[in-house]
């Protein structure tokens, strides 16, 4: 022990000692010593281990402690060794790999900068195909700049997470020659099945990522840097810079895209964003018109029009908001009318928190718990400079005028060529409403029954009844599709026939009033409103 610092347990079974750590505790009571699986340990060799580890550090580099002891050790002793070394040295960033080799953070650092030129190349030179990627990220659930994991966790990475963090090595000198090639050959060895897989691994491509090099690829460039250094030391640290280089080269792949394509796209971009202000101002204005039409119902109608609005028109303008906010986090959808609400909800959760608050609230709106007003406040929020710095313009009345005739002009429209009686009956009454009010109506086809309340005196008796008997007629056909076995045939025939012959009398009620005048009844009389809007 003197002359080594060390005792071995079976050196001293061989000499007849049966319990070697009772017989060393007794004979070295004065004695620091560590006792490891395979012998025990004085302090000398615990000092001269912290000396290499401390010098190794101070120079960035890395240095594996199998190489400064003894054969006798193991592996294990020499893992022991190192976590008393490193125990109170708190400040010292480190990492521990393949049990005994010790790196100073910086180093790993270093191994990181070799590709940083690398990565520009790269992206420079894929540039075509970085702007395919990002194309196709547009679609849902696709997140730019998502690294996929790689490579195994076996019992050394426990290990290593709690050895502690970073560092690095010049590679040793002395010792131990012969015991060292073994232990690489036995290291090479546990590896060797994991090689095939991991030496392929590269970016998943069904996930839109832009890839940059595989583990394998990685491992090729270090080797050629670190030529004195294991080839399981090399491979634990491609695996490590894996995910990071991987996430570096999207955030530079990104920024060459936006340069190559900034020039080009800014009119591109100014045009959109025109497009957009426009379409979002006449979605906007045409919600408060329709909600004019809602004074002239009872509350429990205007309730179940208020919905629908929310529903249809509300619920597109929130679409497009999403849609839009979420194309800087390549979240956005091709068609922002294909979402549906659960769609969208996903598409917020997965949005910065500075965004995802507000549009939660203007999502949740669309309950209707507080009706329109509480929409219409959170939806300016989601429309000021903080956000998508639209500016909501109030129409003027000379565009409000054009509006009603547009609208109108298209209801019309859809009216001449439609045959449904039920969709046909919709229309007239919605035109007929739109005539005598001068305010644009979404109403759902459910409410038919109550709009035609609201017609009731305004209109004249004989169209009034009209519309009533074409309506009972509709009521008729519409219970004879969802009771067939009970059905007269004839009867059902009769009703079809009633319907098609009526047909065009019901829609020159509407020509009558191309030029409809405001009405001296009731319903003319009440004052709406502002709000809504909405689409057949």
Same mark, same amino acid.
């Given at each position: 022990?003197?002359?080594?610092?060390?005792?071995?347990?079976?050196?001293?079974?061989?000499?007849?000692?049966?319990?070697?750590?009772?017989?060393?505790?007794?004979?070295?009571?004065?004695?620091?010593?560590?006792?490891?699986?395979?012998?025990?340990?004085?302090?000398?060799?615990?000092?001269?281990?912290?000396?290499?580890?401390?010098?190794?550090?101070?120079?960035?580099?890395?240095?594996?402690?199998?190489?400064?002891?003894?054969?006798?050790?193991?592996?294990?002793?020499?893992?022991?060794?190192?976590?008393?070394?490193?125990?109170?040295?708190?400040?010292?960033?480190?990492?521990?790999?393949?049990?005994?080799?010790?790196?100073?953070?910086?180093?790993?650092?270093?191994?990181?900068?070799?590709?940083?030129?690398?990565?520009?190349?790269?992206?420079?030179?894929?540039?075509?195909?970085?702007?395919?990627?990002?194309?196709?990220?547009?679609?849902?659930?696709?997140?730019?700049?998502?690294?996929?994991?790689?490579?195994?966790?076996?019992?050394?990475?426990?290990?290593?997470?709690?050895?502690?963090?970073?560092?690095?090595?010049?590679?040793?000198?002395?010792?131990?020659?012969?015991?060292?090639?073994?232990?690489?050959?036995?290291?090479?060895?546990?590896?060797?099945?994991?090689?095939?897989?991991?030496?392929?691994?590269?970016?998943?491509?069904?996930?839109?990522?832009?890839?940059?090099?595989?583990?394998?690829?990685?491992?090729?460039?270090?080797?050629?840097?670190?030529?004195?250094?294991?080839?399981?030391?090399?491979?634990?640290?491609?695996?490590?810079?894996?995910?990071?280089?991987?996430?570096?080269?999207?955030?530079?792949?990104?920024?060459?895209?936006?340069?190559?394509?900034?020039?080009?796209?800014?009119?591109?971009?100014?045009?959109?964003?025109?497009?957009?202000?426009?379409?979002?101002?006449?979605?906007?204005?045409?919600?408060?018109?329709?909600?004019?039409?809602?004074?002239?119902?009872?509350?429990?109608?205007?309730?179940?029009?208020?919905?629908?609005?929310?529903?249809?028109?509300?619920?597109?303008?929130?679409?497009?908001?999403?849609? !839009? =906010?979420? +194309?800087?986090?390549?979240?956005?959808?091709? @068609?922002?009318? *294909? &979402?549906?609400?659960?769609?969208?909800?996903?598409?917020?959760?997965?949005?910065?928190?500075?965004?995802?608050?507000?549009?939660?609230?203007?999502?949740?709106?669309?309950?209707?718990?507080?009706?329109?007003?509480?929409?219409?406040?959170?939806?300016?929020?989601?429309?000021?400079?903080?956000?998508?710095?639209?500016?909501?313009?109030?129409?003027?009345?000379?565009?409000?005028?054009?509006?009603?005739?547009?609208?109108?002009?298209?209801?019309?429209?859809?009216?001449?060529?439609?045959?449904?009686?039920?969709?046909?009956?919709?229309?007239?009454?919605?035109?007929?409403?739109?005539?005598?009010?001068?305010?644009?109506?979404?109403?759902?086809?459910?409410?038919?029954?109550?709009?035609?309340?609201?017609?009731?005196? !305004? =209109?004249? +008796?004989?169209?009034?009844?009209?519309?009533? @008997?074409?309506? *009972? &007629?509709?009521?008729?056909?519409?219970?004879?599709?969802?009771?067939?076995?009970?059905?007269?045939?004839?009867?059902?025939?009769?009703?079809?026939?009633?319907?098609?012959?009526?047909?065009?009398?019901?829609?020159?009620?509407?020509?009558?009033?191309?030029?409809?005048?405001?009405?001296?009844?009731?319903?003319?009389?009440?004052?709406?409103?502002?709000?809504?809007?909405?689409?057949?």
């Amino acid at each position: 022990y003197k002359q080594n610092g060390f005792l071995e347990y079976d050196q001293l079974l061989r000499i007849g000692i049966t319990e070697p750590q009772v017989y060393i505790k007794k004979m070295f009571k004065s004695e620091e010593l560590m006792y490891l699986s395979s012998c025990v340990a004085g302090q000398l060799i615990i000092d001269q281990i912290e000396a290499h580890i401390d010098e190794a550090m101070s120079q960035d580099s890395w240095i594996d402690v199998m190489l400064y002891l003894p054969t006798v050790f193991s592996e294990e002793d020499g893992a022991q060794i190192i976590q008393t070394c490193l125990k109170g040295k708190h400040g010292l960033k480190v990492k521990v790999y393949c049990n005994s080799i010790i790196t100073s953070e910086k180093f790993i650092q270093t191994c990181a900068s070799l590709f940083d030129r690398l990565m520009q190349e790269k992206a420079d030179k894929d540039s075509k195909k970085i702007a395919l990627i990002l194309s196709d990220s547009q679609k849902l659930g696709n997140d730019f700049g998502s690294a996929q994991g790689v490579g195994r966790k076996d019992k050394k990475d426990e290990r290593r997470k709690k050895a502690g963090t970073a560092a690095t090595c010049k590679g040793g000198m002395g010792g131990r020659e012969a015991k060292t090639k073994k232990t690489k050959d036995k290291r090479k060895g546990r590896r060797g099945e994991d090689d095939d897989d991991d030496g392929e691994v590269s970016v998943n491509k069904g996930n839109n990522e832009i890839p940059f090099l595989s583990v394998s690829e990685i491992e090729a460039v270090l080797q050629h840097n670190l030529n004195d250094a294991e080839q399981s030391f090399i491979r634990e640290i491609a695996e490590e810079l894996f995910r990071p280089l991987t996430r570096t080269y999207q955030q530079i792949a990104r920024s060459v895209y936006m340069q190559s394509s900034g020039n080009v796209s800014v009119t591109a971009r100014k045009k959109a964003f025109t497009d957009l202000q426009e379409r979002v101002n006449g979605m906007w204005n045409n919600c408060h018109m329709f909600e004019r039409s809602l004074e002239y119902f009872t509350d429990d109608t205007q309730s179940q029009l208020c919905r629908h609005l929310l529903k249809t028109v509300c619920s597109e303008m929130v679409n497009i908001t999403v849609n !839009v =906010l979420a +194309s800087d986090q390549k979240l956005s959808v091709e @068609d922002p009318s *294909s &979402l549906t609400s659960e769609m969208r909800a996903a598409i917020i959760n997965e949005l910065p928190d500075q965004v995802r608050g507000p549009l939660t609230k203007l999502h949740m709106s669309l309950n209707g718990a507080k009706g329109l007003s509480e929409f219409y406040s959170c939806f300016e929020t989601i429309t000021s400079p903080s956000f998508l710095d639209i500016i909501l313009k109030k129409v003027d009345k000379k565009k409000e005028r054009q509006l009603l005739f547009n609208h109108r002009q298209a209801l019309s429209e859809q009216l001449t060529n439609e045959t449904d009686p039920a969709t046909s009956l919709h229309l007239v009454a919605v035109l007929l409403f739109q005539h005598q009010t001068h305010n644009m109506l979404l109403a759902p086809g459910r409410c038919v029954p109550q709009l035609l309340g609201a017609l009731m005196k !305004v =209109l004249p +008796s004989t169209d009034y009844h009209k519309l009533l @008997d074409y309506q *009972s &007629l509709v009521v008729k056909q519409l219970t004879n599709c969802h009771i067939e076995n009970n059905v007269d045939l004839t009867e059902d025939d009769d009703i079809t026939k009633q319907l098609i012959d009526l047909l065009p009398g019901l829609k020159s009620m509407v020509d009558r009033k191309k030029h409809p005048q405001p009405s001296t009844s009731t319903l003319s009389e009440k004052q709406p409103s502002t709000s809504t809007l909405s689409e057949k």
